[in-house]
């Protein structure tokens, strides 16, 4: 069956643009996360929807960041003004519920100029 | 604040030999902990979890322990094998915080044929 889907699989882009990423969880799974991994380092936990509950956004490091999650299912992470530091692997899981394993996709790698 | 620690950054094994992965937490309501796996340019995958109610999971050659008084798990594999070698990353939650995932920063393992 399909996995957790993310689109683009890398992204290059200039300082100051705003880049949005694609998340398309595994049908039915009404939990997504969103993950940050910059190099070297473990993943940063960002922002984790619960079905029809108010996100949970204290992951957010900064408000150039933003994420949706339409209809539950596909979820965009919108970062605003990038910055160099932007620059690192985004990735989204979705679990069956809260207290089930996450199923990752393969990430994004994100590169700011 | 590092809720959950892996304080080995990497750690060489035989084949065949035992591995043991280190983990460690400061916030005492975590009640659910797991381990992933992760390989270059994928995202991580779940390898086994373990509830606060335990003290012990196994399956197949991956077992967790958890030691509630120290805060501690930890993941045994044996016999190590050469497609072990990864990363594996350390991961806790609780209900009460709505099981949003804390991950540790990783340990990268090898295993020498």
């Known amino acids: 069956g399909a996995g957790v889907s993310q689109s683009p699989s890398n992204k290059v882009t200039e300082k100051g643009k705003d880049v949005e990423l694609r998340c398309d969880p595994i049908s039915g799974h009404t939990a997504l996360y969103w993950y940050r991994q910059s190099l070297g380092q473990g993943l940063e936990f960002l922002i984790y929807f619960q079905g029809n509950s108010a996100p949970d956004k204290s992951g957010l490091p900064s408000d150039r960041f933003s994420a949706e999650r339409t209809g539950g299912s596909v979820s965009t992470l919108t970062i605003q003004r990038t910055q160099q530091e932007d620059s690192a692997v985004y990735l989204c899981?979705?679990?069956?519920?809260?207290?089930?394993?996450?199923?990752f996709g393969d990430g994004t790698r994100l590169s700011i100029l | 604040d590092q809720q959950v620690k892996q304080n080995s950054p990497s750690l060489s094994v035989q084949e065949g030999r035992i591995s043991i992965l280190n983990c460690d937490y400061t916030?005492?309501?975590?009640?659910?902990f797991l381990w992933y796996k992760k390989y270059p340019a994928e995202g991580p995958t779940f390898l086994i979890s373990i509830s606060s109610i335990k003290d012990k999971n196994e399956d197949g050659r991956f077992t967790v322990f958890l030691n509630k008084s120290a805060k501690h798990l930890s993941l045994h594999i044996v016999p190590s094998q050469p497609g072990d070698s990864a990363v594996y990353f350390c991961a806790a939650s609780s209900r009460g915080g709505g099981f949003k995932t804390i991950f540790g920063a990783g340990t990268r393992l090898f295993v020498k044929a």
């Open positions: 899981a979705s679990s069956p519920r809260g207290d089930q394993p996450q199923h």
């Open positions: 916030n005492s309501m975590f009640d659910y």
